[in-house]
């Protein structure tokens, strides 16, 4: 998008680059102790899924190659506030951060949280809790699939729910990973 930044509205620009200033860090920090503990993602925007109804996948889902729930931490992109926090049926335990910018940071199937809650202020690079297997049922369902983070940007710019592609932002994000001591 950036190379055919003439080609958006100017909507469109402005979300761009209020995504380009609040960004900072990929959400899944890099284990400084085991190389073997990466994560993989391709790009799965609008695939779709059978979770009770046909959809469309909007985001993408970061999985971990060592399948182990409450292992890998997840971390916030950018700046902003604790929208949301809890259980959501097809996300598990999720959370929200809205950007200064209002470019809204969702992270779903998170096996637990860090010592947050919701309201906070949270920085770029915070921990805000581990990846997972939650969601697909009802509070406290996991197992229904691979531990992984599936990623989601929104923006309210025209006054309605937008979601947007993160795949192209997590490929920017890949050189600001942040190092962790984990395995």
């Known amino acids: 998008m950036q190379k055919d930044r003439k080609l958006l509205s100017e909507e469109c620009r402005t979300f761009l ?28 925007w609008m695939y779709e899924r059978n ?12 999985m971990a190659a060592r399948n182990e729930r409450g292992l ?16 959501l049926e097809l996300g598990g335990w999720r959370i929200g951060i809205t950007s200064p910018h209002g470019v809204y940071y969702y992270y779903a199937h ?20 581990f990846m997972g297997d939650s ?12 531990v992984h983070l599936h990623l989601g940007i929104y923006s309210w710019g025209t006054g309605e729910e937008i979601s947007v592609n993160p795949y ?11 190092k962790y001591q984990y395995s």
């Open 51 to 62: 979770y009770k109804e046909k959809s469309s996948h909007e985001g993408t889902d970061i």
């Open 110 to 129: 998170l096996d637990s949280y860090a010592d947050i809650k919701e309201g906070d202020t949270v920085k770029a690079g915070q921990l805000l809790g």
């Open 17 to 44: 680059r209020q995504v380009e200033e609040d960004s900072v860090y990929f959400p899944v920090p890099a284990s400084s102790l085991d190389p073997s503990l990466s994560v993989s993602y391709v790009n799965s």
């Open 72 to 87: 890998y931490p997840i971390v916030s992109i950018s700046d902003g506030t604790v929208t949301n926090l809890g259980w």
């Open 168 to 178: 192209y932002l997590l490929r920017f994000l890949e050189s600001s990973r942040l």
């Open 135 to 146: 969601g697909y049922g009802p509070e406290g369902t996991k197992g229904e699939f691979d």
